[in-house]
């Protein structure tokens, strides 16, 4: 028995002493996009509307000396609790930014369908309540969207809805891992409104982990090719690799934008109460079976519990929505992204060796690439006819 055991125990002993001996992961950066060169000590938490409907609030607990940047958070389908998200809520707020959480989603209670007028009149009636907070001070000129999965089509969809007047157009939309798409009203999903009413000003970047990246690839080309008013210079598909050169290992998965702290949790952040219903009220609600969770987004939200805030955070997500969030407020395209070297740098390995970088790429046009007209073929001798000769004049006169 004792002599089964050692061949295990030898294993166990070899990839302890593998881990301890290997590279470690670059750490968030002391300053710059993503790093924690914060202007607030700290976060305020708070949340406005009602406890059925009703939007968690962070920004940092200094006093702006002017309006506030807006983030919308919009998260997956189940990941109601922003604690799921909430290194980089902490991140974003302690950067000096206004973030929004809207619950558009009460699990067992909304279906999908709904799910994009809710957040559209949760973020308007917090815009309105917050727009004479001196804490707060919201400036509706700098607005973003951070989306996630189910997130990405309501954000798309907030976007498009922005000429109804209830949500300014946001100057960003950055969408992680798009899912949870429905392709007609009877499926199960967040049917797309008709995106080319996106402000063709806007910024949008897609990014996909390379773990799951062929549903969210798929996605995201539905969704850049629908925004036919944005010109392709002001859109960016973007993907995050994986990379086990050292450990702890760097995996882009589906739950890897989560970030949980328990500080966040939406126990801790109370909601006022419904107001009284009116008995003579008649009920409307009816369960129907898109109100549950599949197994896909039960699991997701597990794993958002359960991921580990590491490099990917750091320098793929955090990193290239500050970037891109100070490209877009400040009128500037893609491309402008595109050429700054670190953009895509993952940052390096204690031993030196780069981390996998992001990949990123403008769309090509929605229409077939033009192709050169071809003209006319090169003529040899271009002399005037009497001048021209031919190969036996020219060997006769050799000759002669």
Known sequence: MRRSLLPVLLLGASLAASAAGAATPPRQPDQGPGGRDYVAADVVKRAVGTASAGTFVFHGNDTPAKPRSVVIFLHSWGAVNPALYGGWIEHLARKGHLVLFPRFQEVNRSRPADASNLAEDLIESALAVLADDPNARPDKERIAVIGHSAGVPLAFNIAAGAGSGKVPAPKLIFGLMPGGIASTEKERGILLRDLEAVDPQTLIITMSGDRDYLPSDRASRLILQKTSAVPANRKLFMRAGSDDHGFPALTATLASPGSPKADYDSASIK??????????????????????????????????????????????????????????????????????PKFVDMGTWSDGWPVRRLSAQMPKGDGPEKKDEQGPRRRLNLAPPENQQGLSGFINQLRS
């Open 271 to 340: 909601l006022p109460p419904d107001p009284p219903r009116d008995p003579k009220q008649k009920n409307t609600w009816r369960w129907s079976a898109d109100m549950a969770l599949t197994g896909p987004q039960t699991i997701l939200t597990q794993q958002l519990g359960n991921n580990v805030t590491d490099t990917l955070d750091y320098l793929a997500y955090w990193k290239t929505f500050d970037l891109a969030a100070e490209a877009a407020f400040a009128g500037k395209d893609a491309a402008s992204l595109l050429r700054d």
